[in-house]
């Protein structure tokens, strides 16, 4: 990823989009998922996953994943999630919740590493 003066990674802090947020009450908020990783390609900055067990794997078919960093336009650096998903039935939420924690476990990587 793009860095600051002083090495360091130049990455904000996560946010949350709009329209993400779950209730407190729904399945994904406690689930727990033992994931695989699939790829690390250090040369573009991008490691791909899969879930293949535990709570989160009861709520999908299939889940596989991928995180891309990426230079802003701006300066710093974007992350990009990518994920196909297949729910078990329609009353199961999107996997938002899922996104955010992936990329907050990221940043908190990056800052602490980097």
Same mark, same amino acid.
């Given at each position: 990823p793009p860095r600051t003066s002083s090495?360091?990674?130049?990455?904000a802090p996560p946010t949350s989009s709009p329209g993400s947020s779950l209730s407190?009450?729904?399945?994904?908020?406690?689930?727990? *998922?033992?994931? @695989?990783? +699939?790829?690390?390609?250090?040369?573009?900055t991008q490691v791909s996953y899969?879930?293949?067990?535990?709570?989160t794997a009861s709520f999908y078919k299939n889940?596989? *994943?991928?995180? @891309?960093? +990426?230079?802003?336009s701006g300066g710093g650096s974007l992350v990009k999630w990518c994920v196909e998903y297949e729910k078990v039935n329609e009353e199961i939420p999107e996997p938002d919740i899922i996104k955010e924690t992936a990329v907050a476990t990221f940043y908190a990587y990056l800052t602490k590493n980097y």
């Open positions: 090495g360091k990674p130049a990455v407190s009450t729904s399945p994904l908020k406690s689930s727990k *998922a033992k994931e @695989k990783i +699939e790829e690390v390609a250090d040369a573009n899969s879930v293949i067990d535990g709570e889940f596989t *994943a991928a995180m @891309k960093v +990426e230079a802003s």
